[in-house]
């Protein structure tokens, strides 16, 4: 199984960036896929994630400014990031989850988000 991200880079406090996951290796029609992000000293947190069903949610600090899209027969999921601002600075990482005791998560790599002037 993996989760290939791509799309961070550094954009300046108020800009846009647009993230890609793409899953291979199992079906994932039945996860639940999202991003997560980690900051230096800060604990994971979520993203957004849109659920087998379609059914989205996101993180308190995003709403309202990102979106997130799921291809289904790509496996693939987008992360459209609007308005970003200096905290949104982070290691983002792709998670597909079974909600399964029996099957672990999957994690990609991450991606390094950086918003700076």
């Known amino acids: 199984v993996q989760l290939v991200e791509s799309g961070g880079g550094l954009v300046q406090p108020g800009g846009s960036l647009g993230l890609t996951c793409a899953a291979s290796g199992t079906t994932f029609n039945v996860y639940d896929l999202g991003w997560y992000r ?3 000293g800060k604990e994971r947190e979520l993203v957004a994630v849109v659920a087998s069903t379609g059914r989205t949610k996101y993180g308190d600090s995003v709403k309202g400014r990102f979106a997130i899209y799921r291809d289904t027969p790509k496996d693939t999921i987008y992360l459209q990031m609007n308005d970003l601002k200096p905290e949104d600075t982070a290691v983002y990482y792709c998670n597909a989850d079974l ?5 672990p ?3 990609g790599q991450g991606t390094q988000v950086t918003v700076s002037s």
């Open 38 to 40: 980690q900051a230096p």
């Open 99 to 103: 909600n399964s005791a029996y099957v």
């Open 105 to 107: 998560p999957y994690w």
